[in-house]
C-alpha cells in the first residue's frame, strides 16, 4: 500500500476516535432528519483598469447523511463558471463532518475532506484548468436554524491544493493554500 493512503486511512481513525469520544456532545439535526442538502454561492464580477467586466459563479453544492448522531458523510461538488469563458472548474471532495449539540437552534460543526478536481479555484477564476489538483480540507462553521427544517451555515476552510501527479502530500509541484468563508442555507429532510 503506498504511504498517502495509510497516512489518510490514519487520520481517518484519529477523527473517528476524537469524535466517537465527543458523543456526548452530539447532535442530529432536527428531529428525524437524516439528511442535509446545502450550497453557498459566491459571484464575482471583475474589472480590470481599461478593460470589459467579467462575472463568474462559484456554486459548491453539498448532500449530507447523518450516519450516527451528529457523524455526517458530506459529499461536495463545486463549480467554478466563469462568464467567457468554457474553463468550468470541477472539485468533487468528500467530507465527513460532526455536528455538535450547543442548543436546538445552533449547531456548531468541525469537518475534514479529502477529494480531486480539474482546476484551482483563484479569486473565483477555475485557474490552471485541466491541471488536476488534490484538494485537502479542514474548517469548521455553525449551523443557525431559522425553522424547523432549513438554517443558516456560516463555515471556514483551510484548503490545500496538491498536483494529482506529484502525488499527495508532495511538495515538489506548486502547492497552494487558501483560506475561505461560506454563507449559505442547510436544509434538513
Do not use: C
Not at 447523511?65 to 458530506?74: D, H, M, N, S
Not at 436546538?104 to 478536481?117: D, K, S, T
Amino acid at each position: 500500500m503506498k504511504t498517502w493512503p495509510k497516512k489518510i486511512f490514519g487520520l481517518f481513525g484519529v477523527v473517528v476516535f476524537v469524535l466517537s469520544a465527543a458523543a456526548g456532545l452530539s447532535a442530529q439535526a432536527g428531529k428525524g432528519k437524516r439528511f442535509e442538502f446545502s450550497t453557498s454561492a459566491s459571484i464575482w464580477n471583475v474589472k480590470w483598469t481599461g478593460e470589459e467586466s467579467s462575472t463568474l459563479i462559484n456554486v459548491p453544492l453539498r448532500l449530507g447523511v447523518f450516519l450516527f448522531k451528529g457523524l455526517e458523510l458530506e459529499p461536495e461538488l463545486s463549480l467554478t463558471i466563469p462568464e467567457e469563458s468554457e474553463d468550468t472548474g470541477i472539485l468533487v471532495l468528500g467530507n465527513i463532518s460532526y455536528n455538535f449539540s450547543v442548543s436546538e437552534r445552533v449547531l456548531p460543526f468541525v469537518l475534514a475532506g479529502i477529494g480531486y478536481g480539474n482546476a484551482v479555484p483563484a479569486l473565483g477564476w477555475a485557474w490552471d484548468v485541466e491541471e488536476k489538483v488534490i484538494p485537502v480540507n479542514f474548517g469548521a462553521g455553525v449551523k443557525a436554524f431559522v425553522g424547523d427544517s432549513a438554517a443558516i451555515r456560516l463555515e471556514y476552510r483551510f484548503t490545500k491544493f496538491y498536483e494529482a501527479d506529484q502525488g499527495l502530500f508532495k511538495t515538489e509541484g506548486d502547492v497552494r493554500t487558501d483560506h475561505n468563508f461560506f454563507v449559505g442555507i442547510s436544509l434538513f429532510f
